[in-house]
């Protein structure tokens, strides 16, 4: 199994700063994790699921999407199996649910949320203008 469990997000003004986690467990996360991808994404109300950013468990560095690209940085904690998104210079279109989500299956888009069988049950970000 996988748990993902997010946890850090909240309401705050533009231009503040929020830090996401993502505690992962499980016995198929901990045999499956080194070839994995600790990834992020977003949902807002009536709009589709994307990508915001993802990094290798087994480590490198870490894809943004071009939207947070600057402003949000990704990271990760091996020893406590937990990932972080740390979000500065929030803007109010960044305002949506957040979601961690760990994989992809063999041969998919690390971009693509489809790829993904493994999710958190989200974290809600809200900026006011």
């Known amino acids: 199994q996988v748990q993902l469990v997010e946890s850090g997000g909240g309401l705050v003004q533009t231009g503040g700063s929020l830090r996401l986690s993502c505690a992962a467990s499980?016995?198929?996360?901990?045999?499956?994790?080194?070839?994995?991808?600790m990834a992020w994404f977003r949902q807002a109300p009536g709009k589709e699921r994307e990508f915001v950013s993802s990094i290798r468990w087994s480590g490198g560095y870490g894809y943004y999407s071009d939207s947070v690209k600057g402003r949000f940085t990704i990271s990760r904690d091996n020893s406590q199996n937990t990932g972080y998104l740390q979000m500065n210079s929030l803007k109010p279109e960044d305002t949506a649910v957040y979601l961690c989500?760990?994989?992809?299956?063999?041969?998919?888009?690390?971009?693509?949320?489809?790829?993904?069988?493994?999710w958190g049950q989200g974290t809600q970000v809200s900026v006011s203008s």
């Open positions: 499980g016995r198929t996360f901990s045999t499956n994790r080194m070839a994995w991808f």
């Open positions: 989500a760990a994989g992809p299956r063999s041969g998919s888009d690390f971009r693509r949320p489809g790829g993904y069988d493994y």
